[in-house]
């Protein structure tokens, strides 16, 4: 007979304490054949988990951030020194100085 997995939601730090009781129940009902291992993840499998879940919301903002973020291109004004610019822009929209921005998409 094949065994299913399932997961057991716990408190923190109360994972080793809900498998002690979950083996004591299993041996005092006598299912000891009908389960397999009751695995508590450890502190690399923690690690893991927190690394996954930080580049899951990093990339999370940075979606957020490219899809807010208005189009504009680098090119730094050579008088007031503002960097991002709209793609068509003839002049610096901060001190009107003429700029001369290489349209890329040729
Ligand atoms: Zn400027």
Known sequence: ???RWYVVHAYSQYENSVKKAMVERIARAGL????????VPGAAG?????????????LF???IQVVMRPNKVRYPCPSC???RHEPDAVH???CGQ?????????
């Open 32 to 39: 000891q054949d009908k389960f397999g291992d009751i695995l």
């Open 98 to 106: 003429l700029l001369c921005i290489v349209d890329d998409n040729d």
């Open 1 to 3: 007979m094949s065994m």
């Open 46 to 58: 923690r690690l893991i988990s927190i690394l996954i879940m930080i580049g899951g919301v990093s």
């Open 92 to 94: 610096c929209k901060a």
């Open 61 to 63: 903002f940075r979606l």
């Open 81 to 83: 020194g503002l960097t």
